[in-house]
């Protein structure tokens, strides 16, 4: 079976190519490398087939879907601050890139689009733990876009014959993530600048929280959603590990399996970003079998092994 992974140059993409190669899938990638490296996927990348070019393009997206039994969606400008200050460039590499790639997957005859959502869509309410049937409360351009791409899949999955499903990852975290843009995800800047000896730097208290959940279990999420029997219909799950982690805490677990005594530079907060996240899970885990197996701290000691 061929599988198409999109953006699947960059972090979490390339970890899927990585794990449908193992499960022996021939696995296709498009990616415009906007945020994406080739480098990423220098490991296989004389298995796999790469196109590079840009989704909102229909010319890109009709090549990339054809023969393909199932669409992994990553591609994406994932980042708050930076859809802030370019919602246009998030709404390109967003909703323009996801409509040419399902208006091309209906035509092309794919049997099942999975796509790369994410928790920000529930914005900053107090209720915790998030669950999917709560109401939505996007607060930056990033989250309107990712909840825009899941009423497409929705929309899709009941209008065209086309099955549809959304996962809605929590902080994804683990080897190949980019820590050197202002942009970059926490752990990864976190553990780049702890290594060297110097002070991560927190915007906010630090009190704030995230659910933490290692690659591996986003990994094993997407593969479930490819096999599942049934449709699933544009259905949302959460995928996280379905526990609350601070960022202060972060930073004593890092120094922890550093061995370091590093105190963290509190900085103002910065706008969009949510307070408290915390994933429920119970619902992936009742209909897909997700089971995660990576809890914050083992997944940090295999990520920090693999990038040693
Ligand atoms: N990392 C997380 O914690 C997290 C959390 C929630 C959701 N997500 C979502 O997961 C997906 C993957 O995130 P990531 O952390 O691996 O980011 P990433 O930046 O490493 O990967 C995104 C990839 O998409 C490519 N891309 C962007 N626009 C494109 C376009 N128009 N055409 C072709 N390729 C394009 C980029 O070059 C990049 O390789 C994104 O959709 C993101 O919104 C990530």
Redesign the pocket.
């Known amino acids: 079976m061929r599988q198409l992974v999109?953006?699947?140059?960059?972090?979490?993409?390339?970890?899927l190519v990585e794990a449908l190669l193992k499960e022996g899938h021939e696995v296709r990638v498009?990616?415009?490398?906007?945020?994406?490296?080739r480098s990423?996927l220098d490991t296989f990348y004389k298995d796999i087939e790469f196109i590079e070019?840009?989704?909102?393009?229909p010319e890109?997206a009709r090549k990339a879907v054809q023969g393909v039994d199932c669409i992994f969606?990553?591609?994406?400008?994932?980042?708050v601050p930076r859809s802030v200050e370019t919602p246009l460039l998030t709404q390109?590499?967003?909703e323009?890139?996801l409509l040419n790639v399902l208006t091309e997957a209906v035509a092309a005859g794919v049997r099942r689009v999975v796509?790369?959502?994410?928790?920000?869509a529930y914005g900053d309410t107090p209720t915790l733990p998030k669950v999917e049937t709560m109401p939505s409360s996007p607060r930056s351009p990033?989250a309107a876009s990712?909840l825009a791409?899941e009423g497409y899949l929705s929309a899709f999955a009941h209008s065209y014959p086309i099955d549809t499903v959304s996962l809605?990852?929590?902080?994804?975290?683990g080897l190949?993530?980019?820590p050197g843009s202002p942009y970059s995800?926490v752990i990864a800047k976190f553990t780049t600048v702890m290594k060297k000896g110097e002070r991560p730097v927190i915007y906010g208290d630090g009190k704030q929280t995230r659910d933490f959940?290692y690659i591996a279990n986003?990994v094993q999420a997407n593969l479930l959603a490819m096999r599942h029997h049934n449709p699933l219909k544009g259905g949302v799950f959460n995928i996280g590990y379905g526990r609350q982690t601070s960022l202060n805490e972060l930073v004593r677990v890092l120094n922890r399996l550093f061995g370091t005594s590093l105190e963290p530079v509190y900085q103002p907060s910065r706008a969009g970003d949510v307070r408290d996240s915390l994933a429920d899970i119970s619902k992936a885990v009742g209909v897909l079998g997700y089971c995660p197996t990576h809890d914050l701290e083992s997944g940090l000691r295999e990520f920090l092994a693999q990038s040693e």
């Open positions: 999109t953006g699947g140059a960059g972090f979490i993409g390339s970890h498009v990616d415009s490398l906007i945020t994406g490296r990423n070019g840009d989704l909102a393009n890109i969606h990553e591609a994406a400008v994932p980042s390109h590499n967003g323009i890139a796509l790369a959502a994410s928790s920000s990033y990712k791409c809605r990852y929590f902080n994804v975290f190949r993530q980019d995800g959940c986003a």
